[in-house]
């Protein structure tokens, strides 16, 4: 359905995520990416099992490569292009923060769907009827719902709504 979102999103998501962070509850992480998830995706930086992927290299990634993880890792694994004009965004945004099975399944519960985290024909033919503004302002409270509950919650919580409100807002305007 929607491929004219991605350069949009990851542009947005650039500003979002920004550059180096050591979160004390969540690690180490640079433009949203964490060392593990950097080590899993070697190959799509084309670097080699024997690369080392060091913290300095986490410090060192720039937003190019970035955007390489953030398309095959998490807009291609949550099926992003498969979803309607904003709906794509919004589902992209939870799943950079929450991974692409906890993002198919608050969008799974934002339909009324049996919430599984595997995007299916079920899931997918759900879309074609779905009123798109009213999902993604479904999901953005599903979104704030589960966020909520984690243990990082508290001293994230201003950033973290803020980001759940506006990536609702900017969904529902490209929607």
């Not at 509950?149 to 969904?171: I, Q």
């Amino acid at each position: 359905m929607a491929t004219a979102t991605w350069p949009l999103a990851a542009a947005k998501l650039g500003v979002t995520e920004g550059g180096y962070w050591d979160d004390p509850v969540g690690g180490p992480t640079n433009r949203g990416i964490t060392l593990n998830t950097l080590r899993s995706n070697r190959k799509v930086l084309g670097l080699s099992a024997a690369d080392a992927v060091t913290l300095a290299t986490l410090k060192a990634l720039t937003e190019d490569d970035a955007r390489k993880i953030w398309k095959a890792g998490y807009w291609d694994r949550a099926c992003c292009d498969r979803l309607p004009v904003g709906l794509d965004y919004a589902v992209f945004d939870v799943a950079i923060n929450s991974g692409p099975a906890k993002a198919i399944e608050l969008l799974q519960a934002a339909q009324g769907l049996h919430a599984d985290g595997i995007f299916g024909p079920l899931t997918e033919s759900s879309m074609k009827r779905a009123n798109i503004p009213l999902t993604i302002a479904r999901l953005g409270a599903l979104r704030l719902q589960f966020m909520t509950k984690l243990k990082n919650w508290k001293p994230n919580s201003a950033g973290w709504a803020v980001r759940v409100a506006t990536v609702t807002a900017d969904a529902i305007a490209l929607a």
